[in-house]
């Protein structure tokens, strides 16, 4: 990898990057104004410490190496073709598998015509591997490939996926699974499930989405600050959106979603309208099925890969066991259903009942569902529109689990705290951190500045009205006093959620929505270790 003094961006180029690819990128070039020395006073994630801080971590001594290539895919999507990016030549990336210790290399080779990199999602991994292009290292450029290596830290259901511009909302995504040497939990398969919400290459492409949201919310007879398209007229829809879909926007618009609601979530669901919803890269119509015997326990590793969709997910008429929410472990829960946001993961225990076995995806606040089926090869495959289309009863979040007792932060006063206002809206779509939509030139204009060894307090306040997953990379925080160990949590509109973390792995991290359009539009900043 080139040191960051030595990476030129070119205006095409620079634009040509995601908010967190561009405004990362931006820190590259900037640092040829600072000196050779880079940014003066602030971790870099080519400095020294960031290498023995990666020593201390535990080690198998075992490598566990898996090739993944970058390019262009022919798929099918219910039955119809397109052509987007994927992994390995498929929409369903491999399955990459290691143990807690072991070190993972992945040599990435980029068949795309773009720039590239791969963001190992929830991981606290050494800063140099992060996968922020020009952040953390330089983007991986057309044809071009680069190595991957770092040690596993901890056990859990993670993911990873590419963080250059709107790559992620194509099919650059996949499942990362870091076995327990010491697992505790008794089961006889497992199962992982990756949700997604899907239009590429049916009703247009995700920056064809963006170009739209980025336009605002089109309004008649002037224009209502502060409203929140959730409380527009209009029905929430999911299937075909149109320019005359009543789910979406109208006057033109394609792909804005108007009127999705959820109380669960607060207020307002999401910006987007989507055709289809896809279970590990399949429609409900073509679902996935898992082959188990009578009686067998199946873990299920559930990842939500979406980008504007939370997903509510259970079993009509049987309950989950929650286990795990982001790789963590939890006090065991039994639920009707669990909500996921974007980015987060939750693993959950379920007994295999005689026949076909749903287990369903439903769109919180939108009209749509992924589905999978677990089945012991007798009765008859049900239809997906004869399902129930709720799931009611006990439900909850990650957020609001109880973390397992040997995971618990101990108990310190923060060194530091930070409060992370959450603004922006529909009416511009200008959404940011502190009123500061993140700065492309200025990376560090806004940062949150950290030291190793502190405990640190963070405040999600948001004061826009719709919820947003917000996301720390390289760490795992602490939602409350005892709540779940988290790396991604549920903020809902006009609330505040606070969660502490021990600063323990120095570098440049990001944070930001995991809402894919909510991050490109500015709701980012960084977390800066300072010397």
């Known amino acids: 990898m080139n040191t960051l003094t030595d990476h030129h961006l070119g205006r095409r180029r620079f634009l040509s ?45 075992k490598s ?21 990016w994927g992994y390995n030549g498929g929409l369903n990336a491999p399955v990459l598998r290691a143990v807690a210790g072991d070190r993972l290399q992945v040599p990435l080779t980029n068949n795309l015509k773009d720039e590239t990199s791969i963001h190992w999602h929830g991981l606290a991994l050494r800063n140099d591997q992060d996968g922020v292009p020009g952040h953390t290292q330089d983007p991986i450029a057309a044809g071009a490939a680069f190595t991957y290596d770092f040690r596993l830290t901890h056990p859990g259901t993670y993911w990873y996926h590419s963080h250059v511009e709107m790559q992620r909302e194509r099919a650059l995504y996949g499942a990362l ?32 989405v963006l170009k739209e949201l980025s336009g605002g919310m089109p309004m008649s007879g002037g224009t209502m600050p502060g409203m929140d398209h959730g ?28 009127g999705s609601r959820s109380d669960f979530l607060g207020g307002d669901a999401g910006d987007v309208s989507y055709p289809y919803h896809l ?16 009686g067998q326990v199946i873990r299920l590793r559930i990842i939500n890969a979406a980008g504007d969709t939370a997903y509510r997910v259970g079993i009509p008429g049987q309950k989950l066991t929650l286990t795990h929410t982001d790789g963590f472990p939890v006090v065991h829960q039994d639920v009707d259903a669990v909500v996921l946001g974007m980015g987060e993961r939750i693993d959950a225990l379920i007994t295999v009942k005689d026949g076909f076995t749903p287990v369903v995806a439903l769109t919180e606040g939108k009209i749509g569902q992924a589905l999978g089926f677990i089945s012991t090869g007798t009765g008859k495959q049900p239809l997906p529109a004869t399902l129930p289309n709720k799931l009611e009863g006990t439900v909850v979040d990650g957020g ?62 948001n004061d826009t009205d719709m919820w947003h997953p917000m996301h720390l990379h390289g760490h795992t925080f602490q939602v409350g006093a005892d709540g779940a160990r988290k790396d ?23 944070t930001h929505c995991h809402n894919a359009y909510h991050a490109e539009r500015g709701m980012m900043g960084v977390f800066s270790y300072i010397k």
């Open 279 to 294: 279970f590990n890269s399949k429609s409900p119509d073509e679902a996935d099925t898992l082959a188990a015997a009578a």
């Open 231 to 258: 409380s527009m007229s209009g029905s929430m829809s999911s299937a075909s959106p149109s320019p005359s879909d009543p789910g979406s926007a109208g006057m033109g618009m394609k792909h804005m979603l108007m």
């Open 64 to 84: 566990v190496t898996r090739n993944l290539t970058a390019g262009t895919v022919q798929a099918t999507v219910a039955g119809k073709p397109l052509t987007t």
């Open 488 to 510: 991604t949590v549920i903020v809902r509109a006009k609330q505040t959620v606070t969660v502490t973390f021990d600063a323990d792995n120095p570098g440049q991290w990001l």
């Open 177 to 208: 699974i870091i076995e327990d040497p010491a697992e505790k939990l008794v089961y006889d398969q497992d199962w992982v499930i990756v949700l997604d919400d899907w239009m590429d290459g049916i009703t247009g492409t995700p920056d064809d």
């Open 400 to 461: 609001q689990l109880k973390a397992a007792p040997d995971v618990v932060l101990s108990a310190k006063t923060p060194d530091r705290t930070h409060e992370l206002k959450l603004t922006g809206g529909m009416e511009k779509y200008d959404w940011g951190i502190n009123g500061h939509r993140f700065d492309m030139t200025k990376p560090f204009e806004n940062a949150f500045d950290i030291k190793a060894g502190e405990r640190v307090e963070v405040r999600f306040i």
């Open 17 to 61: 990057l995601s908010v967190a690819g561009a405004a990362a990128a931006a820190l590259a070039a900037c640092t040829n104004t600072q000196g050779t020395a880079g940014l003066p006073g602030r971790i870099q994630p080519t400095d020294p410490i960031v290498a023995d801080y990666e020593a201390r971590r535990a080690a198998s001594g």
